[in-house]
């Protein structure tokens, strides 16, 4: 019932432009058709696109605000809208505050893989082929790419939030999830061989894969979506988790912390409250925990190549 009436003012507003009293200059320009005139750029596929985005989202914006002001006046509390609480947009950002974090923690994610990387190649010794001894380095490069991507799609869609960043936005969330499950099976069981590591991530990748399909081309069910993402996230955990405490890693202490602090931080996505102020809510909260649980992993990371660097060169004399 809440959706249908908020789905109707945006319906309005897309085709007259309007919300009440007030009225957009990027829908104007849709209502106009195809055929204003304009310098040549104005008539580009692209430059109405995103026009059409940017009335999509003043089209939501101001829906939302205004049964909000409704919903506040009998009352009531606040509800939330596409997934979203309702924010107050600063400059244009919707959550300022969740973009800002979600830029913290793609930098952080590149500093980690970059002193990664520095290590590898510059600080260990290489083998005689020029590569590095580390026999899991290849999978956690994969892992800083696909969680780089992530977070730059986490900036993008808390600055605008319209169907094609939320698809994004979650889309590589889920990937992140799947893969860093799959990650953790392969480290902790120590699967080295490439057709053992193949049947692993095999099934987890076709699972994923449907997930992502499912959310993209069939529904956007944030219900399930939640389900799915909690199921491999607690997974995960539970793995580096038992491996912390079943095998004698000279760094478990920073799995150990990696495990308590991401599932406190589970917990904010779970248990969801409306953005204090119209600024920080829970979803922004948790963007805040991951920066240091980012650093602490890399830096885990980081020992385990130094670790089995070590172990593996004892082995070769
Ligand atoms: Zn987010």
């Not at 081309?217 to 979506?225: E, L, T």
Request: glycine fraction near 6%; include cysteine; hydrophobic fraction near 45%.
């Amino acid at each position: 019932m809440l959706w249908y009436s908020s789905r109707g003012c945006i319906g309005q507003c897309e085709k007259t432009g309007c919300v009440g009293e007030r009225c957009f200059s990027h829908c104007r320009f849709l209502s106009d058709g195809a055929s204003v005139d304009g310098p040549w750029y104005m008539q580009e596929p692209l430059y109405l696109r995103w026009k059409q985005w940017d009335c999509q989202s003043d089209c939501r914006y101001y829906c939302m605000l205004d049964r909000e002001r409704d919903r506040a006046g009998s009352g009531q509390d606040p509800v939330k809208y596409h997934g979203k609480w309702p924010f107050k947009r600063v400059y244009g950002i919707q959550e300022p505050a969740s973009v800002a974090l979600s830029a913290l923690n793609l930098a952080m994610h590149f500093h980690g893989w970059l002193s990664f990387f520095i290590l590898l190649h510059y600080k260990l010794p290489l083998k005689a082929d020029k590569k590095p001894y580390y026999d899991y380095a290849g999978l956690w490069h994969i892992y800083a790419l696909v969680s780089l991507n992530a977070w730059l799609w986490s900036v993008v869609f808390h600055s605008r939030d319209v169907d094609f960043t939320e698809k994004l936005d979650y889309s590589s969330a889920v990937a992140v999830l799947g893969y860093s499950l799959i990650l953790a099976i392969l480290r902790s069981f120590n699967v080295r061989a490439e057709a053992a590591r193949v049947m692993v991530a095999a099934p987890l990748l076709a699972f994923t894969t449907t997930h992502i399909l499912y959310l993209n081309n069939f529904k956007m069910d944030y219900g399930w979506n939640m389900k799915v993402c909690v199921f491999m996230a607690v997974a995960q955990l539970l793995i580096w988790a038992v491996w912390a405490g079943v095998a004698r890693h000279p760094s478990r202490w920073k799995l150990w912390l990696v495990v308590v602090g991401g599932s406190f931080a589970m917990l904010l996505e779970i248990y969801d409250f409306p953005p204090y102020g119209g600024f920080v809510d829970a979803h922004a909260l948790w963007h805040a925990t991951t920066i240091p649980l980012t650093y602490i992993w890399w830096s885990f990371i980081k020992d385990d190549a130094e670790f089995r660097t070590s172990n593996l060169l004892k082995k070769v004399k």
